[in-house]
């Protein structure tokens, strides 16, 4: 992953130019979590996220997160399956899907946004399932 200046990713992530230098527009993510046992490091991540939000909307600034999409069932694909067909009713630009057992730092709406740019618009994350 290309290094950012810590401040650079909350500033590329609050707004997406267009390519025509018009004025930038709010970002809206929709996060979305295919559920059945929920782990305690995955609840302190989304409380951090929530906090991290919260402290942004006190200094005058909105929410990168506007939807929280939950969806439990026994069927991990469906489950999945069911988040993306409720972000396609939403107004949200960009899906985040995280599943119940994995721990996130909570800024890392900013740093895949940063990642991304303008350009793209699918962006996926190894997750290591053991010592490297």
């Not at 609050?14 to 025509?20: E, G, K």
């Not at 997160?65 to 469906?78: A, K, N």
């Not at 993306?84 to 985040?96: I, N, Q």
Request: without cysteine; hydrophobic residues 45%; glycine residues 8%.
């Amino acid at each position: 992953m290309t290094k950012v200046h810590p401040m650079s990713l909350v500033n590329r992530a609050r707004r997406i130019l267009t390519s025509a230098g018009r004025p930038a527009r709010e970002v809206k993510v929709a996060l979305g979590y295919p559920y059945g046992p929920i782990s305690a490091p995955f609840m302190d991540s989304l409380l951090a996220l929530r906090e991290r939000e919260v402290a942004g909307m006190v200094r005058g600034g909105s929410p990168l997160v506007r939807y929280r999409l939950p969806q439990g069932g026994i069927y991990v694909d469906h489950n999945r399956n069911m988040i993306a067909e409720r972000f396609f009713a939403t107004d949200a630009d960009w899906l985040l899907q995280i599943d119940t057992d994995i721990e996130f730092p909570p800024d890392i709406v900013e740093q895949l946004l940063a990642v991304a740019g303008d350009e793209k618009r699918v962006l996926a994350a190894s997750v290591p399932l053991g010592p490297p």
